[in-house]
Nanobody, 113 residues
Framework: QVQLVESGGGLVQPGGSLRLSCAASGSVFGYHMGWFRQAPGEQRDWVATITSGGSTNYADSVKGRFTISRDNAKNTVYLQMNSLKPEDTAVYYC????????WGQGTQVTVSS
């Protein structure tokens, strides 16, 4: 059973930046990794994916502002979030996927002045 631990969430003003990290308990080689987010009262929405080969995809709502990356040596995926908006406020969940999907516990991001 793979365990994922997110970190890096917090409170930031509009226009600010945060970097989320998600560390896996085992090797991430061969796995796709990514992020979803869930705002209060809303469904969990996909944010970004980085494939095992390093290709990236983003939701239109974050394209150009967020950057996903991975460090296989550290078994970690990152989400650099710039130009944050109040509508980015949500709990952010990382995932790890090959034949099954594993989830982290989530980290809160709040964008407010």
């Amino acid at each position: 059973q793979v365990q994922l631990v997110e970190s890096g969430g917090g409170l930031v003003q509009p226009g600010g930046s945060l970097r989320l990290s998600c560390a896996a308990s085992g090797s991430v080689f061969g796995y796709h990794m990514g992020w979803f987010r869930q705002a209060p009262g809303e469904q969990r929405d996909w944010v970004a994916t980085i494939t095992s080969g390093g290709s990236t995809n983003y939701a239109d709502s974050v394209k150009g502002r967020f950057t996903i990356s991975r460090d296989n040596a550290k078994n970690t995926v990152y989400l650099q979030m710039n130009s944050l908006k109040p509508e980015d406020t949500a709990v952010y969940y990382c995932y790890l996927e090959r034949y099954v999907r594993y989830w982290g516990q989530g980290t809160q991001v709040t964008v407010s002045s």
